[in-house]
């Protein structure tokens, strides 16, 4: 494979020092499921997000829907594992100002996720100190920096960061003194980590009433789509880094394995045919960076089922080695 998409992409979307990806984990809850989620393996989802997270793919996306899909009136975004909504405002936000009527669903399968994607309270946090303070914090989470939306002035940005900030500040209203409700062990782990890391600052934020309606945020599982979007009705749909919940075991201390190659295939195949099933002719199926989603037995299945599901890769990672947004070819 190599970096060239079969779709004309900008160049220098974010210039050197730019980037909104840099030393911050964005937010991390972990939400307990009932044991027979996810093929039986997994009880409990870590929901990485972060607002404007891989905003190359968000980028594309809007590039795509104002050009090659230029001639439909109205688009139909699905945000699958959309956790708190973290992204899937981030994308009502880039795309409020086209020139097209934009129908925005999330779904997650955790309960508790949804609800406080409908509540439309955010946090933002940005921790100091020296590199390897915030190398800790991180802990090898893959997440993105959205700390500038909250703690830098218009006036120091540049750029995409200067453009998401000033989309941010007209989305949303801060909360002073806002404290969100947790339980015993969440109370715990924050003193802990107050103790550890005392330089985290956390501001709390609110979707503005009239922006709130652009996104609709159900229960939702994957494997039943079906029940979320009607047939070939999706122009867009998201599923990214989410695959390895599907086809990953987590052990003791967090150790992540894959799945047997019997459960994982089924599983991934089962998956394609949902999303085939859901993504208009010309629409985007969005799958992330996560490296379960492009390597082992998941990443191989997943490639080679939608290629004979007619979908086609049109956005390939930096290093050119994996397909993250795949378009579905018209017939």
């Known amino acids: 494979m190599n970096a060239i998409t079969s779709f004309p992409i900008y160049a220098n979307v974010f210039p050197a020092g730019q980037t909104a990806g840099v030393n911050f984990c964005g937010v991390t809850p972990v939400e307990q499921l009932g044991k027979d989620i996810f093929v039986g393996v997994r009880d409990k989802l870590i929901q990485e997000t972060a607002f404007f997270r891989q905003p190359e793919e968000l980028e594309f996306i809007k590039e795509y829907i104002k050009t090659a899909l230029k001639g439909k009136k109205e688009i139909n975004i699905i945000d699958g594992a959309c956790s708190k909504g973290y992204e899937t405002y981030s994308l009502a936000m880039l795309l409020e100002n086209i020139d097209h009527k934009i129908n925005i669903t ?15 309270i955010f946090f933002i ?55 969100n409700k947790q339980s015993i062990k969440e109370r715990l782990k924050g003193i802990l980590f107050k103790e550890l890391f ?44 989410a695959l390895y919940h599907l086809t990953t075991k987590e052990y003791t201390l967090g150790l992540k394995l894959p799945l047997p190659d019997e459960i994982v295939i089924p599983v991934v195949k089962d998956v394609v045919k949902q999303i085939d099933k859901a993504v208009a002719s010309k629409g985007l199926f969005v799958l992330g960076s996560h490296a379960s989603d492009h390597l082992t ?17 049109v956005l390939y990672n930096a290093a050119g ?3 993250v947004i795949w378009k579905k070819n018209e017939f």
């Not at 985290?200 to 009433?209: D, E, H, L, N, S």
């Open 106 to 120: 999330g779904f997650d399968i955790g309960k508790e996720a949804i609800c406080e994607a409908k509540k439309g």
């Open 125 to 179: 946090k940005q921790i100091s100190g020296s590199k390897n303070i915030v190398s800790m914090y991180k802990m090898g989470i893959d997440a993105f920096n959205d700390d500038y939306l909250a703690f830098s002035k218009k006036c120091l940005l540049e750029g995409k960061q200067a453009e998401y900030k000033q989309m941010f500040d007209k989305f949303y209203t801060e909360l002073p003194g806002y404290k």
């Open 198 to 241: 005392p330089s985290i600052t956390t501001r709390a934020f609110q979707i503005k009433p009239e922006k709130a309606e652009l996104c609709k945020f159900v229960q939702g599982d994957i494997l039943k789509l079906d029940e979320i979007v009607s047939q070939a009705s999706a122009d867009v749909l998201l599923f990214r880094n």
């Open 297 to 313: 037995t998941a990443g191989k299945t997943l490639y080679n089922e939608l290629e004979m599901h007619n979908f086609t890769p």
């Open 321 to 323: 080695t994996k397909a």
